[in-house]
């Protein structure tokens, strides 16, 4: 009897995880949820809602904020599923409340092993939903499953060894029976993965690494034992065709982070997106952007999937933004490099070649390149609106640095940088020295860099318009059916601006940095709007509703 008990609850579990990815799977059919880290699988951040209008959007009114209770840029995104918001706060908590009055039903707190390290802050971005399961990522390098219902652990894996600095900042992504995870630690000399776990067990399904051992594919593009400590980490959500079954992954920077002369050759698979097969971990392809990276210029954007015609022909697109400054169109069935234009001004490179590989050019001693370590754009979501067509994201305008590479050795679970850089201030009239290892620099009398929004037509790689701010921005985007693009900035500002052509309709001022993407969902009838700013969270509705 136990044992027919036991089988009977195993089938009802698998059969409500199968429920749950077939949800996922059509996300676009319940757009009152917001079902994953970037939406769908597509990854577009585009809703179907349209109950906030370009004509009403300007009676938006603050309905509830929750604060966080450590200090620093909120960067998680919160997931809804019928009217129940979950959402990770600094540094590895996860809280589930009501979406429409903000009331907190529990939280779960997980505290981190105190010996771990992350180059950028306590940043967790959010949680993924299967079944009767979310899973969270730790700063610690675990991977946490709880119950969604009473927020109690139901097992816990390690992911990566803390004390080597492996993390997990990135919200998770769960595909059919599998929560797939990749580590951070980028700056601390580790040997990134990708790795996917059995949702209800937590046992390791396959493992993905992102710099190729002795004998694999790639790994002549590491010279020595280079491949052993050559970052390559993990640290954004991916995307998923399940059409193809293939999963798509952008991959960091190569370590040490700014002395390319330390380690020779193209350093793959750092600084691409690769394409993995769900069912087992298998590499179908790759495209590398930036090859033997020296300028930090992390591929961990969001891999946008896109069904359109394109230049007269139907195909299965992938639209990036990457952050060394260049625009990209790729053919996600097979990798091919269809399109590559700059959207900020780029001095690293003269352009690109006929397979999409840049051509560099070094600059001299001393001399700033463009874009800066924070690259063009970088990790925060854009959108895709498949009524505009237009593909939408935060750019960094004449924004530079100077580089200082050194010789350095790996040392265990210590910073692996390879020197140092100075920043050139990326703030209308506002000279600063910027940050990291740098040397003053007195006198930027050309500085004119700021923020912009840029609508980019996919077919051309041309700005369609944009919409400028005085500082830079690291908010990302949210797109409606309505025709409506919600995002913001650094100054504090929400916006929501025409899709079709940049007008500004609607801003309030939340008092703290916007960094991560807003995202839209309905509860009983009434279409919602949720935001960071700072270290709180607002949600907007419609006055009235």
């Known amino acids: 009897m136990r044992i027919a008990t036991t089988i009977l609850a195993l089938t009802f579990t698998v059969c409500a995880q199968a429920a749950e990815y077939d949800r996922i799977k059509n996300a676009d059919a319940e757009p009152q949820n917001w079902l994953t880290y970037n939406g769908?699988?597509?990854?577009?951040?585009?809703?179907?809602?349209?109950?906030?209008?370009?004509?009403?959007?300007?009676?938006?009114?603050?309905?509830?904020?929750?604060?966080?209770?450590?200090?620093?840029?909120?960067?998680?995104?919160?997931?809804?599923?019928?009217?129940?918001?979950?959402?990770?706060?600094?540094?590895?908590?996860?809280?589930?409340?009501?979406?429409?009055?903000?009331?907190?039903?529990?939280?779960?707190?997980?505290?981190?092993?105190?010996?771990?390290?992350v180059c950028c802050g306590a940043n967790n971005r959010g949680v993924a939903l299967l079944g009767d399961k979310l899973f969270m990522g730790t700063l610690d390098g675990k991977l946490v499953a709880l119950d969604k219902v009473t927020g109690q652990p139901v097992w816990q894996q390690t992911v990566g060894d803390v004390k080597l600095a492996y993390s997990v900042t990135m919200a998770p992504?769960?595909?059919?029976?599998?929560?797939?995870?990749?580590?951070?630690?980028?700056?601390?000399?580790?040997?990134?993965?990708?790795?996917?776990?059995?949702?209800?067990?937590g046992e390791e399904a396959w493992r993905f690494y992102t710099i190729p051992g002795p004998g694999e594919p790639g790994h002549d593009t590491w010279e020595g034992d280079d491949w052993k400590y050559g970052g390559a980490s993990v640290w954004v959500t991916g995307s998923y065709d399940a059409e193809q079954n293939?999963?798509?992954?952008?991959?960091?920077?190569?370590?040490?982070?700014?002395?390319?002369?330390?380690?020779?050759?193209?350093?793959?698979?750092?600084?691409?997106?690769?394409?993995?097969?769900?069912?087992?971990?298998?590499?179908?392809?790759?495209?590398?952007?930036?090859?033997?990276?020296?300028?930090d210029y992390d591929s961990v954007q969001v891999p946008v999937l896109v069904d359109r015609e394109w230049r007269g022909e139907q195909r299965k697109l992938m639209l990036?933004?990457?952050?060394?400054?260049?625009?990209?169109?790729?053919?996600?069935?097979?990798?091919?490099?269809?399109?590559?234009?700059?959207?900020?001004?780029?001095?690293?490179?003269?352009?690109?070649?006929?397979?999409?590989?840049?051509?560099?050019?070094?600059?001299?001693?001393?001399a700033a390149t463009y874009p800066g370590n924070q690259g063009g754009t970088n990790w925060y979501p854009p959108s895709y609106s498949p009524r505009t067509g237009l593909f939408y994201f935060s750019a960094w305008e004449d924004y530079a640095t100077i580089y200082a590479p050194l010789e350095q050795e790996y040392e265990e679970g210590s910073a692996f940088l390879g020197g140092g850089f100075t920043v050139q201030t990326p703030v209308h009239g506002a000279p600063t020295i910027g940050i990291g290892r740098y040397t003053p620099i007195n006198d930027w009398t050309d500085v004119v860099g700021y923020g912009s929004l840029k609508a980019i037509d996919p077919e051309t790689g041309d700005a369609k318009w944009t919409f400028d701010q005085f500082d830079v921005s690291?908010?990302?985007?949210?797109?409606?059916?309505?025709?409506?693009?919600?995002?913001?900035g650094r100054e504090g500002y929400f916006y929501a601006l025409d899709a079709r052509n940049g007008k500004e309709l609607f801003k309030v001022n939340l008092?703290?940095?916007?960094?991560?993407?807003?995202?839209?969902?309905?509860?009983?009838?009434?279409?919602?709007?949720?935001?960071?700013?700072?270290?709180?969270m607002a949600t907007f509705a419609v006055r009235g509703k």
């Open 40 to 117: 769908t699988y597509k990854s577009q951040r585009y809703s179907e809602l349209k109950q906030i209008t370009r004509r009403n959007v300007k009676h938006l009114e603050l309905k509830w904020m929750l604060q966080n209770k450590v200090f620093g840029a909120w960067q998680s995104n919160p997931i809804i599923d019928d009217g129940i918001m979950y959402i990770t706060q600094r540094p590895n908590d996860v809280i589930a409340m009501d979406a429409r009055t903000g009331r907190v039903y529990w939280v779960y707190e997980h505290t981190p092993d105190p010996a771990y390290q």
């Open 320 to 366: 990036w933004a990457n952050r060394n400054g260049y625009f990209y169109v790729l053919d996600r069935t097979n990798g091919k490099f269809l399109l590559g234009k700059p959207f900020v001004k780029v001095n690293w490179a003269s352009g690109l070649d006929d397979n999409g590989r840049p051509i560099p050019t070094p600059q001299p001693e001393g």
């Open 246 to 295: 293939l999963t798509f992954w952008g991959i960091g920077n190569p370590g040490p982070d700014w002395n390319a002369e330390q380690r020779p050759g193209d350093n793959l698979y750092s600084d691409s997106v690769v394409a993995l097969d769900v069912d087992t971990g298998e590499l179908k392809w790759h495209f590398q952007f930036t090859p033997n990276d020296a300028y």
């Open 173 to 201: 992504l769960a595909i059919k029976d599998k929560v797939i995870v990749g580590t951070g630690g980028g700056e601390y000399g580790i040997r990134g993965y990708i790795v996917a776990y059995d949702a209800e067990t």
């Open 474 to 488: 690291d908010a990302g985007m949210l797109t409606t059916a309505s025709d409506l693009l919600f995002t913001g």
């Open 511 to 536: 008092g703290g940095q916007i960094v991560m993407a807003p995202v839209t969902f309905m509860v009983d009838g009434t279409q919602y709007v949720t935001v960071t700013s700072g270290n709180a």
